[in-house]
Protein backbone atom coordinates (compact mmCIF):
# COMPACT_ATOMS: atom_id res chain seq x y z
CA UNK A 1 0.00 0.00 0.00
CA UNK A 2 1.50 3.50 -1.19
CA UNK A 3 -0.55 5.79 1.23
CA UNK A 4 0.19 8.89 3.11
CA UNK A 5 1.12 8.25 6.79
CA UNK A 6 -0.88 8.03 9.73
CA UNK A 7 -0.15 9.58 12.87
CA UNK A 8 -1.49 8.59 16.08
CA UNK A 9 -1.36 12.13 17.54
CA UNK A 10 -3.09 13.80 14.64
CA UNK A 11 -6.63 11.90 14.38
CA UNK A 12 -9.59 12.71 16.10
CA UNK A 13 -11.26 10.80 18.30
CA UNK A 14 -13.75 9.52 15.51
CA UNK A 15 -10.96 8.81 13.02
CA UNK A 16 -9.09 6.67 16.26
CA UNK A 17 -12.70 4.77 16.34
CA UNK A 18 -13.34 3.86 12.68
CA UNK A 19 -16.07 6.29 11.89
CA UNK A 20 -14.19 8.85 10.06
CA UNK A 21 -11.91 8.07 7.42
CA UNK A 22 -8.05 7.81 8.43
CA UNK A 23 -6.83 10.20 5.54
CA UNK A 24 -9.71 12.76 5.12
CA UNK A 25 -11.63 12.58 7.85
CA UNK A 26 -14.71 11.69 5.58
CA UNK A 27 -17.38 9.08 6.53
CA UNK A 28 -15.69 5.54 6.49
CA UNK A 29 -16.79 2.43 5.52
CA UNK A 30 -16.44 -1.19 7.93
CA UNK A 31 -16.12 -2.50 4.62
CA UNK A 32 -12.40 -0.88 4.13
CA UNK A 33 -10.38 -1.58 7.36
CA UNK A 34 -6.83 0.04 7.59
CA UNK A 35 -4.09 -2.44 8.70
CA UNK A 36 -1.39 0.07 9.57
CA UNK A 37 -1.45 0.18 13.08
CA UNK A 38 -2.85 -2.74 15.48
CA UNK A 39 -3.69 -1.05 19.16
CA UNK A 40 -6.05 -2.15 21.49
CA UNK A 41 -9.42 0.48 21.02
CA UNK A 42 -7.56 1.39 17.76
CA UNK A 43 -10.69 0.87 14.51
CA UNK A 44 -8.61 2.76 11.41
CA UNK A 45 -10.94 2.67 8.82
CA UNK A 46 -11.15 4.34 5.13
CA UNK A 47 -13.91 6.47 3.09
CA UNK A 48 -14.60 4.24 -0.46
CA UNK A 49 -12.33 7.50 -2.29
CA UNK A 50 -9.28 6.96 -0.42
CA UNK A 51 -9.78 2.80 -0.38
CA UNK A 52 -9.37 2.97 -3.96
CA UNK A 53 -7.11 5.79 -4.07
CA UNK A 54 -4.61 3.83 -2.00
CA UNK A 55 -5.60 -0.38 -2.69
CA UNK A 56 -7.18 -1.10 0.22
CA UNK A 57 -9.39 -3.99 -0.57
CA UNK A 58 -13.16 -4.40 0.32
CA UNK A 59 -13.70 -6.95 3.24
CA UNK A 60 -16.86 -8.36 3.23
CA UNK A 61 -19.04 -6.73 6.84
CA UNK A 62 -20.73 -9.21 9.02
Partial sequence: MDAP???LENLT???RDGR????CS???SDRYPVPLL???GLRLRACETC???YGISAMDAP
Avoid at 20 to 23: A, E, K, N
Fill in 5 to 7: AVV
Fill in 38 to 40: RRA
Fill in 26 to 28: YWA
Fill in 13 to 15: PQQ
Fill in 51 to 53: AAQ
Fill in 20 to 23: SCCW
